[in-house]
């Protein structure tokens, strides 16, 4: 009998031949492309508009959100608890239902983790999402329908304002952060009962329409998300993106995101560019046969493309990027103080980008967003509840009492079940969109190192950081305070700052300047400088590094960090007390 034919192997894709099929293709889709993206703008003008008339009526609209939440989850054991029934106005809300931590609502999450009847919403969650918490093993943050289209409140308004202000971004296709479902080496997030724990995709936020248009959009298949190996995962992220001609916005949530992944892209330049021009998946990314199958299905190769990137030889001049996606119109990150080195080389890298600041955006919910006040970033007052608490007195105010000048710290009422939830978000009202506060984020209320009674909080940390590059002292690639209690044979607890300034040579030469210069911001702090006086803390010390922003996100994914929302903070006192130091000096050493 003849021999049957060999199975047919998904990923074994075609690389196009033909320049002219190739030429027509890419027209065709692009015209596909423009047509989702026009729908998506149609789709996303309704809440734009509901957007804007909340942005000129806070009160009214909170009010709104306030009452859809109790009336929806009055049933509920916390509802009934708390009497959402007999609640008719906000005062009446704050008064009956405490402020909360997530330790008051951790018994309740477990319940539902175990297959029980969620007490604090009406939707059962769908997911449990990790994200860090402050102390301990990560926090697990409900996710309920509920919650997605309070998100896709913000996003819509967001959407319609990216394409209204930037018209071309309809003419090309989008990059959106995807996190892989990575799991720490601790047994903590190991499902118990029917929800699943684990990360969402950017695209889960966009609302039923929004996630099939961006089907059709985006650059990075949603199915990469499947791939649990980071290595493997920055491959494939880099294929995809290396493959797509007409890039024009990047989504990310950190820009150290976007940085560490540009910065793979020499040790992986060889298969991606074999990959190209073969039409067939690297081997061993994925090693899942499933995943492999799935993003087999929406690779294509490209031989011309192949050729291309090699002309250009990205991993011996990587300031060439700008090249392979030159069509690029935006990239949306979190922008401010703590984000300005990353910032800066994105900048340096994509000069011909704007780099536009994204809101402030938690696991937990969404606080601010920018959507048509230029660069202002006014409260999201058509998702959640929100309110604030007085940094003097502790005393909670509604979104329309806020004082311009002012800081808070935000508290969060979600659809997700976290009522009055304290998100420790330290936030200044900077100015206001019509009748809204526009918000700007100062750091973390409850990130404090108190090893003597120093009291050093991260902000302050952050401000000596600003100082000593007003200075003009060089631009560093890392820099981080990390508490050392001492236990090394030292007499006295102390800090540690971590610097990165490029090459080995510059950071030894610039780490005396700035941890002389720190030093003297951090004794203006009157805790931290009676303590070393005392002798309480040793002087500050410095250690060169190397890859910083790269080690610090592979340490927090261990942790059971979403690797896409990961901040760098500027003190960092929860790692360094773990006893296991996850930073790499200029000798290859931790």
């Not at 031949?17 to 190739?22: G, N, S, T, V």
């Not at 029917?194 to 059709?216: E, K, Q």
């Not at 649990?228 to 294929?239: H, I, R, V, Y």
């Not at 510059?506 to 006086?533: G, I, K, M």
Request: with cysteine.
């Amino acid at each position: 009998l003849p021999r049957a034919d060999p199975p047919r192997q998904p990923q074994q894709l075609r690389a196009t031949r033909d320049p002219q099929l190739a030429s027509d293709l890419g027209m065709l889709r692009d015209a596909a492309t423009f047509a989702c993206q026009l729908l998506w703008l149609l789709a996303s003008l309704p809440g734009w508009l509901c957007f804007q008339w909340a942005l000129r009526h806070p009160r009214r609209a909170q009010e709104r959100v306030l009452r859809r939440l109790l009336k929806a989850n009055r049933g509920t054991a916390f509802g009934q608890a708390h009497d959402f029934a007999a609640i008719r106005t906000p005062e009446e809300f704050s008064s009956r239902v405490p402020l909360a931590e997530y330790e008051t609502f951790a018994d309740s999450i477990r319940l539902a983790r175990e297959g029980h009847a969620f007490p604090l919403a009406a939707e059962r969650p769908d997911l449990l999402e990790p994200t860090s918490g402050s102390s301990g093993a990560p926090k697990l943050i409900p996710v309920t329908p509920g919650l997605r289209r309070e998100f896709a409140a913000a996003v819509q308004p967001w959407i319609a304002w990216l394409l209204l202000a930037h018209p071309r971004l309809l003419l090309g296709r989008h990059y959106w952060a995807v996190s892989p479902n990575t799991r720490p080496a601790t047994g903590a997030l190991q499902t118990k009962g029917s929800v699943p724990i684990g990360f969402s995709d950017d695209a889960d936020y966009l609302g039923v329409f929004g996630r099939i248009v961006a089907r059709g959009i985006l650059a990075n298949p949603a199915d990469l998300r499947n791939v649990t190996d980071p290595e493997s995962f920055t491959k494939l992220t880099l294929l995809f993106l290396l493959a797509e001609r007409n890039l024009r916005l990047v989504s990310v949530w950190h820009p150290s995101f976007l940085t560490v992944l540009l910065a793979a892209l020499p040790r992986h330049l060889p298969e991606i560019l074999a990959a190209l021009r073969s039409g067939t998946l690297p081997g061993g990314a994925p090693a899942d046969a499933q995943a492999r199958e799935l993003l087999g299905r929406r690779f294509r190769g490209d031989r011309r493309r192949a050729e291309k990137l090699e002309s250009l030889d990205l991993a011996r001049h990587p300031e060439r990027l700008a090249q392979v996606w030159p069509k690029l119109e935006v990239i949306s990150c979190w922008a401010g103080l703590r984000s300005e080195p990353w910032l800066g080389e994105l900048r340096r890298l994509f000069p011909h980008a704007t780099v536009q600041p994204k809101g402030l955006l938690a696991t937990e919910g969404c606080v601010s967003l920018p959507t048509g006040c230029g660069r202002r970033q006014p409260c999201a007052v058509a998702s959640h509840y929100l309110e604030f608490l007085e940094t003097n007195s502790g005393r909670p105010l509604p979104v329309w009492e806020l004082q311009r000048g002012c800081e808070y710290s935000v508290v969060l009422t979600t659809a997700g079940g976290l009522w009055r939830y304290r998100l420790h978000d330290l936030v200044r009202v900077v100015d206001f969109c019509h009748a809204t506060p526009c918000l700007e984020f100062l750091g973390k209320d409850n990130a404090v190192s108190d090893m003597v009674g120093e009291k050093l909080d991260e902000r302050h940390v952050a401000e000596a950081f600003a100082e000593v590059l007003a200075g003009g002292r060089c631009t560093p690639l890392f820099a981080m305070l990390v508490p050392d209690p001492g236990l090394a044979g030292r007499s006295a607890a102390g800090y540690i700052l971590l610097l990165e300034v490029g090459q080995a040579a510059l950071t030894q030469t610039a780490l005396p300047c700035w941890c002389e210069q720190v030093e003297s911001y951090l004794r203006r702090n009157f805790h931290y400088d009676h303590a070393r006086n005392r002798g309480q803390l040793a002087p500050l010390r410095g250690i060169p590094i190397r890859e910083g922003a790269r080690s610090y996100r592979e340490a927090a994914v261990r942790r059971g960090a979403r690797v896409g929302t990961i901040k760098i903070p500027a003190l960092d006192w929860c790692f360094a007390l773990s006893g296991t130091p996850w930073w790499k000096t200029d000798t290859g050493k931790r």
